[in-house]
């Protein structure tokens, strides 16, 4: 079972807005910065956005400033994305990841702990 799980994703048109969340049970997450990914069809998975464990720093991939925000409450343990004004070019899976590295990292193998991924596709 992955130690994260996300939900949101679904089927929204161009312009739409969709609030991923991703949960998990192990307290200790509270302590990893942690990001989102994802992958579109026939592409490499990618950094999306990310913050640190303590909510205080984000960072963001240039194709999704101003329109994604990522936050995270660790007092239920979970991990936000709000995502506005949807292209087709945001359609992909995308995931939650956790890292216990002392910085935070846009370095997907510097992830130690990934959920399953949700569907995100944005239609013309």
């Known amino acids: 079972q992955a130690p994260l799980a996300e939900s949101g994703g679904g089927l929204v048109q161009t312009g739409g807005s969709l609030r991923l969340s991703c949960v998990t049970s192990?307290?200790?997450?509270?302590?990893?910065?942690m990001a989102w990914f994802r992958r579109a069809p026939g592409k490499e998975r990618e950094f999306v956005s990310g913050?640190?464990?303590?909510?205080?720093?984000?960072d963001y991939t240039d194709a999704v400033k101003g329109r994604f925000t990522i936050s995270r409450d660790n007092a239920i343990l979970t991990l936000y994305l709000e995502m506005n004004g949807l292209t087709p070019e945001d359609t992909a899976v995308y995931y939650c990841?956790?890292?216990?590295?002392?910085?935070?990292?846009?370095?997907?193998?510097?992830?130690?702990?990934w959920g399953q991924g949700t569907q995100v596709t944005v239609s013309s």
């Open positions: 990841a956790a890292t216990n590295s002392y910085d935070p990292t846009r370095l997907e193998d510097q992830y130690d702990y």
């Open positions: 913050i640190t464990w303590d909510g205080t720093s984000t």
């Open positions: 192990r307290r200790s997450f509270s302590l990893y910065h």
